[in-house]
């Protein structure tokens, strides 16, 4: 089949060669296309859109609109009439006319052939006219998106390449059933890489382990203590302990891929980048705010050296610093930082990809902190619904956002809405996490928010001590969640009326937040002030 579509490609090109064509053109195409797909595309005014086969089209309007108008006897289909725009003289890409059919006037494109959607108009009830214009051989988007893929996707072998693509576009199990077929031909350590990769993407992170400790096993028993391969099988199993809690074997493995990369690679590496972003990651998660943010820089610092100043790349590190900010509650700065990354991301991505998803999660956590409600579950919903469209049911991402839109909630004073959420939230993360997962805390800690609101204050004490059991195991002792934690516990205890302990705890949480904040910071004084009230009442 492979011969085949090469030869139909090459003859393609001679006949567009041979046909001179020099005149825009107008070509029309009558098809079907799902509500999701549908969706997707009237989302995307200005994106670019492609065609995955070779594409018949007509220069007959008429005969077009008869194909679209069709396809919507079925309600789950829209018809839509492509009308599409093309300038042999900015385009070399090659077209043929077909004169098998002379009434149709049937004009074949090559595969992969790439548009961009000018306009979108709604002709009757299920019926659209989607207007694109062919792409240019100069077009900068283009250009930087096939660089992209190029350098995402870089592997020797076709099939590899094929699977790492189709990973990147969330189809994992077209992706793990590539890879499948590649193990049983070589048992080689780059294929349980890419395996343990798919089931990382899945949020299966067991089997994502047990597939990249075999790699390990693989190389060490082929390679060099510091081959660059090594650094990225261990950058690998950084990631998944980083993703199920395990921070300080995550952050050793990462210690251990940077130590090679340093040794293996020039000082402004890209590669090196992707490890500081790492790293920061990890420190972020165990609250250590300050040092994040210095890994992050120096990660930035590379990337602008490296980059042009719109490159994803980049758009993961603003993301990243984004939200140190934000934790470390300077809104202003992380706005700032957090719009430099969807300004990037929109304009490169599809509007279903996941990282779109994550930077919308983080908006709105940043909306929350500044009480912009209906702001923050606009930007959680936006993320939700992406989410809902690449992710498995039972995603800890989707459990992540759950919790968060059961956050707003429950600052609106709909506690019910919110603890609905909450349990859509554990119920996932039971099932996908290990039992001392900080997230798992999290949850706990805002089902028990809830019982206090609501004026069950001994349950809620039962879910704060829940709470405070994983993150004794799971973070630092001065982590900011704990003070946040027993300053909670305290409030319960004081509507209890149980002073003392109230007291004790709040001390513990005050002895934290100093270790984290300025003496001047709003948490600072928020639980002092707690803390001074509480000893009032004695």
């Known amino acids: ?75 789950d289909i829209i018809g839509v009439l492509f009308q599409m725009e093309v300038d042999p ?7 043929v006319q077909i004169n098998i059919f002379d009434e149709d006037r049937e004009i074949l494109f090559s595969m992969h052939t790439v548009f961009r959607i000018s306009d979108i108009q709604q002709i009757d009830n299920q019926l659209w006219q989607i207007k694109l214009i062919l792409t240019s051989d100069t077009d900068s988007q283009l250009e930087c998106l096939a660089d992209y893929i190029r350098n995402e996707i870089e592997d020797e072998n076709p ?3 094929l699977a790492l693509l189709m990973n990147k576009m969330g189809h994992f199990d077209k992706a793990k059933e590539i890879y499948t077929t590649l193990l049983e ?7 349980y890489s890419s395996i343990g990769l798919i089931y990382q993407s899945m949020g299966n992170y067991s089997t994502a382990l047990s597939y990249y400790e075999k790699t390990l096993e693989i190389d060490k028993n082929s390679l060099p203590y510091d081959h660059p391969s090594l650094a990225i099988t261990y950058n690998n199993i950084a990631g998944v302990h980083q993703s199920i809690g395990n921070y300080s074997l995550s ?25 500081y972003n ?42 990243n610093i984004g939200s140190v900010h934000r934790l470390l509650g300077n809104t202003c700065i992380a706005i700032e930082f957090y ?8 304009h490169y991505l599809l509007p279903n990809h996941p990282s779109l998803a994550i930077t919308y999660n983080n908006i709105g956590l940043l909306h929350s902190s500044k009480k912009n409600y209906p702001t923050a579950l606009s930007y959680y919903e936006k993320a939700l619904e992406i989410g809902h469209k690449t992710l498995p049911s039972d995603h800890s991402s989707l459990a992540l956002l759950y919790n968060n839109i059961g956050e707003v909630y429950d600052s609106m004073e709909n506690h019910s809405v919110a603890l609905s959420f909450y349990e859509k939230s554990l119920e996932i993360l039971q099932k996908s996490l290990p039992p001392n997962h900080p997230e798992l805390a999290a949850v706990y800690n805002n089902i028990g928010e809830v019982y206090r609101l609501t004026g069950n204050y001994s349950r809620a004490l039962l879910y704060y001590e829940n709470t405070l059991k994983i993150e004794q195991k799971a973070l630092p002792l001065n982590h900011p969640s704990l003070a946040i934690t027993y300053t ?15 007291i004790e705890l709040t001390e513990r949480a005050v002895d934290i937040i100093r270790h984290t904040f300025e003496s001047n910071h709003s948490k600072t004084k928020e639980i002092q002030n707690y803390l001074d009230k509480l000893r009032k009442k004695l």
């Open 159 to 161: 099939l590899n390449r």
């Open 251 to 275: 952050l050793s493995f990462y210690t251990k891929a940077l130590e090679i990369k340093q040794k293996s690679l020039p000082p402004n590496h890209p590669s090196l980048a992707t490890t």
């Open 89 to 95: 003289s900015i385009s070399s890409i090659p077209f």
């Open 488 to 502: 909670n516990m305290a409030v319960a205890l004081e509507d209890l009326q149980r002073y003392n302990e109230a």
């Open 278 to 319: 790492n790293i920061g990651e990890v420190y972020s998660s165990m609250g250590e705010y300050s040092k994040a943010l210095s890994f992050y820089e120096e990660a930035l610092k590379i990337q602008r050296k490296y980059f042009p100043y719109n490159h994803l790349a980049l758009a993961i590190t603003y993301n």
């Open 1 to 75: 089949m492979g011969f085949f579509i090469q030869d139909l490609y090459r003859e393609m090109e001679r006949l567009h060669s041979e046909a001179q064509y020099t005149d825009k053109i107008i070509v029309y195409r009558g098809q079907g296309l799902s509500n999701a797909d549908f969706e997707t595309i009237k989302k995307g005014k200005e994106d670019l859109l492609s065609f995955n086969n070779f594409l018949s089209t007509s220069a007959d309007r008429d005969v077009s609109l008869m194909f679209a108008d069709s396809a919507r006897s079925n309600l």
């Open 339 to 346: 719009d430099k990354t969807l300004e990037i991301e929109l």
């Open 185 to 191: 031909t070589t048992s080689s350590a780059t294929n």
